[in-house]
């Protein structure tokens, strides 16, 4: 690894399609896997592509029941591009005598290079390099180039481009028992060098078409070559045939548009196809474009750190860029108009079937303080699906808005009643959708980005509706105990995800989850304070719209003040009531029989035991609290409840559940990481690094293959901002309190707050704040708890 590439300098097929998941290129419209352009699907590769927000849902046959799912498209194929010499078999890197290989993905540029020399069965050398890239400035395009050299032989050179419609979703072997053909054929076509295809998803009539344009160079001039066209119903191709001599070498380009029909200011998707393709032009000058995107994309988003000596923080440049880049291409300036969310295995992947859950909690902050437009256009997809989510909670016999766990298409709740555990065999119940806790996320989300940019006009807009029926989902949720004088919330799923019930209790769910009472506190109280916010006219309106009393306000303050929370042992907030009931969990004997038991629930299923039984946990459940919000609003909600708060318990609590978690989601690491940046340096160092190899390690489970896991890999990002930089928002100031660990010595970074853009320079000795652009009298900071007013153009330096 170099500071800006991820290198492999060998083939290896076993490792060649968590490769490809890696090397994604994509734009925040759609993303294709870093697969051979000759490859296709099979045991080793995976080719596909994903277009943001296209779904189908399918019906499949599971026992004696009938169940549907909904997933995130894999649409045609645009990257065939193969070659054969004379009339040879098609180049197949399995089927020659690899003499090289070195594949990069350039993140800089957003570029997938591969090189390599081969030689075929009859002895002949040939050397091949190819390049892609997916356009970030013109969303709707993609190209590759590829040069042929022929070393030691002359012959007839046939180069074959495609447009494959003939694809099935078929990346997550979990799946492969359910319906897994999602598209219809529609039509191809050519015209001269212009190939096209159209195709249309079964259930959503989605329709996606591509147009492909491909030409030969020969010495920088193109070749005028007779064309053979082949046109099925799902698949079209061109055969390119010219004469090659010893030593000579040609160019392959292929520029590539896609369209679909839920594209704006569109009249018909295959025309507007051949269109973007008719005016792409070449492609240096579409490379140079991409260039210059990628360039301003990183110029505000980059996190530039400086390591010690140490090869192992040496390499965390490298990943902290790969995980900014697979961002940038899941969410770009390009989704900002798209009705998308983000998927948490990106636009990489099958996995999850492309639904939005609530890890937008850990890649929303990183976005907010850099380009917040991206954001915005996010929670617009949640805004969207407001009456869908007021339904789900009156069906449910409640008020207000309750969102999905799984969202898709239209935000009906796309949780699975079945899943299969991979361990046993065997399909088992899935009460996943009992995870409530996800309307506390979109509420955190909405609000922290209100706070990050003070964008009134979405707040009055979008976001106060959208808060106000959040709390008033919440505060249905809630029921009163008569004998505790507390309000209560029973039977749902915390972020633990193991825990879905009692043992002794044949109902799913679990009662006064503490991460989910105090949070529904928080969101409670916020919409009160958002209340307060509108102006007169504005807050009378909004509550005329919502039929909001003054009657139903009074009970949320009620409730914000006498939800309860139980604890145990030293003042330790229960994961859920009855949490000191459970059993402590053998985990040296459990490692001992399984060896990696990350994924605990599917091994003691397999056992015919269950997670309801222990105290063990997935991921961070109660520690969710810590991770975040600050000790002091942890404080203050303690109080508005009447409990007591101190540091000490804070670290018994954070000690407690560390100890008790399997570390089974890729998330963990990242909280308990971000947990003890301050209190335990060299730990949250151990466990960043952990974090790091979630996707480049393959880990936990080796299931990077099926789509990268973007919340950890923002969050790993967040953990040097927030954690190491020590960067936070507090009202209407930006609070900076540096606390770097022994193996980084700077971080250099840039932020945009309140329409201020501020340059950070963060060393061990100094702390550098440089104005870029102030969008009013002054940019307010705090560093190290002292209050500091800086103006435009001020660069200002203060003591480590």
Known sequence: MSGWSLVFDTYDPPSEKLREA??????????????????????????????????????????????????????????????????????????????????????????LLRDLRFRDGEGRVTALSDERFVHMGRPHLAAQKRRILAENWAGRLTVRSALDGRVINGGVARYSSLNQRHLAPLSTGSDGDTIWLK????????????????????????????????KELSWV???????????????????????????????????????SLARAGGYEELLRQQEEAWSYLWDQCDVDIDPDSNAEAAS???????????????????????????????????????????????IFPFLNLRMPEITRGLLLYRYRRLDEARAAAQAAGLKGAMYPWQSGSDGREESQQLHLNPVSGRWIPDNSSLQRHVNAAIAYNTWQYYQATEDFDFLWSYGAEMLLE????????????????????????????????????????????GYSNVMAVWVISRAMDVLDILPAG?????????????????????????????????????????????EELDWEGLRARHGDIRRLDRVLEAEGDTPNRYKASKQADVLMLYYLFSEDELRSLFERLGYAFDEATVERTIAHYIARTSNGSSLSEVVNAALQARSDPAASWRLF??????????????????????????????????????????????????????????????????????????????????????????????????????TASEVREFPG
């Open 22 to 111: 890696l090397c994604v290129l994509g734009n925040g419209y759609f993303a294709t896997r870093g697969a051979a352009a000759e490859s296709d699907a099979n045991e080793v590769h995976y080719p596909a592509t994903y277009v943001a927000g296209c779904y189908n849902r399918l019906g499949s046959q599971v026992g004696d029941r009938t169940i549907e799912n909904e997933d995130f498209v894999n649409v045609p194929n645009w990257l065939p591009l193969s070659f054969r010499i004379d009339e040879g078999s098609w180049f197949q890197l399995e089927d020659v005598e690899l003499l090289s290989f070195r594949q990069e993905l350039d993140l800089r540029r957003g570029l």
């Open 199 to 230: 195709a249309e998803t079964v259930q959503s009539e989605v329709r996606i078409a591509q147009a492909a344009r491909t030409q030969v160079f020969r010495n920088g001039h193109a070749e005028v070559l007779p064309r053979q066209t082949t």
């Open 237 to 275: 191709a061109q055969d390119l045939s010219l004469d090659l001599g010893e030593g000579a070498e040609v160019t392959v380009e292929k520029v590539v548009a896609l369209h679909s029909s839920r594209d704006a200011a569109i009249s018909e998707c295959g025309l507007a196809a051949r269109n």
């Open 316 to 362: 965390v440049q490298t990943i902290l860029r790969l995980h900014i880049f697979h961002l940038l291409q899941t969410a770009s300036p390009n989704s900002r108009d798209l009705d998308v969310g983000i998927p948490p295995r990106g636009l990489h992947g099958e996995a999850y079937r492309g639904h939005i859950f609530w890890d937008e909690v850990f």
């Open 470 to 513: 959040l709390a008033r989902f919440w505060a249905s949720l809630a029921s009163y105990n008569d004998e505790l004088g507390r309000y209560e919330i029973l039977g749902v799923m915390g972020p633990d995800e193991y825990h879905d019930g009692y043992p002794d209790r044949d109902q799913p769910g679990l009662d006064n989850n």
């Open 538 to 582: 504005d807050r009378k309106r909004l509550i005329e719209k919502l039929k909001l009393t003054e009657e139903e306000i009074a009970n949320w303050d009620a409730i914000s003040r006498k939800m309860r929370l139980v604890f145990h042992g030293d003042g330790i907030l229960s994961q859920f009531e009855g949490w000191d009931k459970l």
């Open 689 to 790: 690094c952990d974090a790091l190899q979630t996707d480049v390690g393959d880990r936990p489970g080796g299931t990077t293959q099926e789509g990268i896991h973007l919340g950890a890999m923002v969050g790993s990002v967040d953990i040097v901002l927030r954690g190491y930089a020590g960067i936070e928002m507090r009202g209407d100031a930006l609070y900076i309190d540096p606390r770097l660990p022994e193996a980084i010595d700077r971080i250099r970074l840039k932020i945009r707050f309140r329409g201020h853009a501020l340059s950070l320079d963060v060393q061990r000795e100094r702390l550098a704040v440089a104005v870029e652009r102030c969008a009013g009298d002054a940019v307010k900071i705090s560093v190290r708890g002292q209050p500091h007013a800086l």
